[in-house]
T-cell receptor, first 113, second 117 residues
Framework: GDSVTQMEGPVTLSEEAFLTINCTYT??????LFWYVQYPGEGLQLLLK?????DKGSNKGFEATYRKETTSFHLEKGSVQVSDSAVYFC????????????FGAGTTVTVRA | GAGVSQSPRYKVAKRGQDVALRCDPI?????LFWYQQALGQGPEFLTY????????KSGLPSDRFFAERPEGSVSTLKIQRTQQEDSAVYLC???????????????FGSGTQLSVL
C-alpha cells in the first residue's frame, strides 16, 4: 500500500539555522502530499500541501516541492525560530479513497535560542 | 467552539474495561475522521463519517472498536474489552467539504491519550 518514510529525529538546531526534513513516498500513482505540524499541547495542523508533480507548497517560511522523479517532498526552512519547535509529519492521501491520509512517523525539531 | 474538542484528555483503563471517547467537531463540518497514534508513530486512519453515515471503517483494528455519529455532529469512539495494545492517542479530525479532494484542510483535535493497564 501507499506509505511515507520521513527522516528520523530528533533534530536540534540553533536559531536562524537552515532546516531540512526528508520525506519520500511510495504510491502507485500521484497522490497529494502534505506536511502537518504539531506544536506542544496542540492538535495537528496543516502546514502546507502540494497536489501534483512540481507543485511547491509554502507557508510560514516553510517550503516543500513535489518531486515525482525522486518520489520526495522534503520540507525546508531557511532560518528557523524557537517557535518552530514542534513535531513535523509528512503525509499523503490515498489515491483510491482520497479522504484517507497515510502519515510518516514524525520528526521532532527543537530550536535553541 | 473554535476548534475540534475531544474528551477526556487522558483516560486510564484496566484491561477488559470498556471506554468511550468523545469528539465535538467544528460546527457545520460535514466530514469527521478518527485516527489512532501509537507512541513514536504517525497517526493511522480508523474511520470516516460524512454527516451521520459511516462511509469507511476499514481502519478499525478489531470488532471491539465501534464508532458512531448519530446526529451528524458529535462522534463517539467506543472500545470494548480494552487490551494493552489499544494504548495510544486517539485523534479526531473534521473538515467542511462533502468530498475530500486533497485540497481541503483537516482540523485535528488534541486527542485522547488512552492508557490500558
Amino acid at each position: 500500500g501507499d506509505s511515507v518514510t520521513q527522516m528520523e529525529g530528533p533534530v536540534t538546531l540553533s536559531e536562524e539555522a537552515f532546516l531540512t526534513i526528508n520525506c519520500t513516498y511510495t504510491a502507485t500513482g500521484y497522490p497529494s502530499l502534505f506536511w502537518y505540524v504539531q506544536y506542544p499541547g496542540e492538535g495537528l495542523q496543516l502546514l502546507l500541501k502540494a497536489t501534483k508533480a512540481d507543485d511547491k507548497g509554502s507557508n510560514k517560511g516553510f517550503e516543500a516541492t513535489y518531486r515525482k522523479e525522486t518520489t520526495s517532498f522534503h520540507l525546508e526552512k531557511g532560518s528557523v525560530q524557537v517557535s518552530d519547535s514542534a513535531v513535523y509529519f509528512c503525509a499523503l492521501s490515498d489515491l483510491a479513497n482520497d479522504y484517507k491520509l497515510s502519515f510518516g512517523a514524525g520528526t521532532t525539531v527543537t530550536v535553541r535560542a | 467552539g473554535a476548534g475540534v474538542s475531544q474528551s477526556p484528555r487522558y483516560k486510564v483503563a484496566k484491561r477488559g474495561q470498556d471506554v468511550a471517547l468523545r469528539c465535538d467537531p467544528i460546527s457545520g463540518h460535514v466530514s469527521l475522521f478518527w485516527y489512532q497514534q501509537a507512541l513514536g508513530q504517525g497517526p493511522e486512519f480508523l474511520t470516516y463519517f460524512q454527516n451521520e453515515a459511516q462511509l469507511d471503517k476499514s481502519g478499525l483494528p478489531s470488532d471491539r472498536f465501534f464508532a458512531e455519529r448519530p446526529e451528524g455532529s458529535v462522534s463517539t469512539l467506543k472500545i470494548q474489552r480494552t487490551q494493552q495494545e489499544d494504548s495510544a492517542v486517539y485523534l479526531c479530525a473534521s473538515s467542511a467539504m462533502r468530498t475530500w479532494d486533497g485540497g481541503v484542510k483537516l482540523f485535528f483535535g488534541s486527542g485522547t491519550q488512552l492508557s490500558v493497564l
